[in-house]
């Protein structure tokens, strides 16, 4: 027995010199997005996934994308049980547990990514972090996405162009607005669009440029109306981590997370500007028609918006009307 037990602490001993680690933790990563296919959202958990185990400090994460691992809507549970460790996540697909989320894919609210910076260091992004963190998830890396709309029927531009069309839209309050302005809903994760627009499911979808593009949808698009210069469509999609595990981490291996997904963050604050442009041009390849909204189409759709989503969110959620004031102050 005591020459096991000296073995063993030979062992440790070895291995401490080496600089070798006995025990390598593997946290698992889990997103919604196509992975290798250049998605930047997957880009970004693989970077943080790269640069971590490059640091060498006993820490491995194992991205599983596409929903190989959790469904779109069940990431935010899992996360905030600490069931898992880490994703890349629409934060408005857990309004319907934290409804002040809606405010981060609130219409019009962001007109482009300056602006979307400058909301990051706002109290009002101060004030939903502070309730991710509530919950048991803490953001490792801010993403802003532009996003536009993509119909088989005609092209979406001003509020009367949407009656009438079954829409898939992102968020509560891109419902109630579409609604307002005569379009039925029918609500879907992204990653499903294409077949509910195969099927006739769906006449037209609202998401992101990257969604656009990942998820092939100008196979089924007679037109797109992309951001241009007066997007209405901004969501915020960061990188989580459980709480409970990030509080546990070493900390160096909190530090190598830190640093990670602030190179995660560098990267994707320049690929998402050149998104647009990459959308654009697989649009007008596959033949779909392209268009902006003008900023007459973005006045007459705010005007719907603070009948509607605005509305109902400063009336209806807990401390909505202070959040929106927050967010509004960002100029």
Known sequence: MKRHILCAALGLALAAGSGTSLAETTLRASHQFPGGQGDPRDEMVQIIAREVEAANVGLKIQVFPGSSLYKATEQWGALTRGQLDM?????????GRVPQFSATLMPGLVRNYDHAQRLNQSNFMKDI???????????????????????????ITGPDTIKGQVIRA????????????????????SSEV?????TGVLDAAN???????????????????????NALWFMYEPVLMSKKVFDNLEP??????L????????????????????????????GVEVVTMTPEDYKAWMAVAKHSSYRMFSEKVPGGDELLRKALAVQ
């Open 170 to 189: 992102a968020g509560p309050a891109f419902e109630q607005m579409l609604a307002a302005a005569g379009a039925s809903i029918s609500s879907m994760p």
């Open 129 to 155: 972090k502070a309730l991710i963190e509530k919950q048991g998830a803490v953001v490792i890396a801010d993403a802003w996405l532009a996003g536009g709309f993509a119909s088989k029927k005609n092209c």
């Open 194 to 198: 294409y077949s509910a627009m195969q």
């Open 207 to 229: 998401t992101s440029n990257d969604s656009f593009v990942s998820y092939r949808l100008y196979e089924q698009a007679k037109c797109l109306t992309a951001p241009g210069d």
């Open 87 to 95: 994703t890349a996540f629409p934060l408005d697909y857990a309004s």
């Open 252 to 257: 160096k291996q909190r530090e190598a997370i």
């Open 259 to 286: 640093a990670a997904a602030k190179k995660a963050e560098d990267y994707f604050t320049v690929e998402a500007r050149k998104g647009e442009q990459k959308m654009r041009d697989i649009y007008t390849k596959a």
